[in-house]
């Protein structure tokens, strides 16, 4: 089982920045991708940013260049580097964990950001 936790979340207006962390405990030998979906309410969940365990990263268009995904191995923590907000931004933030033998996907509780206009 992988444990994650998330922090960094809040309310920010539009053009400020925030930084999401999450941490990984439990069994974190088998992690592989690790990144962050965002679900806006009403909406679905979608992906934002991903990295793999060798530093490969993958933005969703609309965040690419404001936003950056970033991993320590070593600290077993991932994180999200927001700048230029939008409103459409607005969501809550989960981190999220794959198993790189199974793929099953290990999920935080979320940090809720807010883009004021």
């Known amino acids: 089982q992988v444990y994650l936790v998330e922090s960094g979340g809040g309310l920010v207006q539009t053009g400020g920045s925030l930084r999401l962390s999450c941490a990984a405990s439990g069994s974190i030998f088998n992690i592989n991708a690790m990144g962050w979906y965002r679900q806006a309410p009403g909406e679905q969940r979608e992906l934002v940013a991903t990295?793999?365990?060798?530093?490969?990263?993958h933005y969703h268009w609309s965040v690419k260049g404001r936003f950056t995904i970033s991993r320590d191995n070593a600290k077993n923590t991932v994180a999200l580097a927001m700048s230029s907000l939008k409103s459409e931004d607005t969501a809550v933030y989960y981190c999220?964990?794959?198993?790189?033998?199974?793929?099953?996907?290990?999920w935080g509780q979320g940090t809720q950001v807010t883009v004021s206009s």
């Open positions: 999220y964990a794959e198993s790189a033998t199974t793929s099953y996907a290990y």
């Open positions: 990295i793999t365990r060798d530093y490969t990263t």
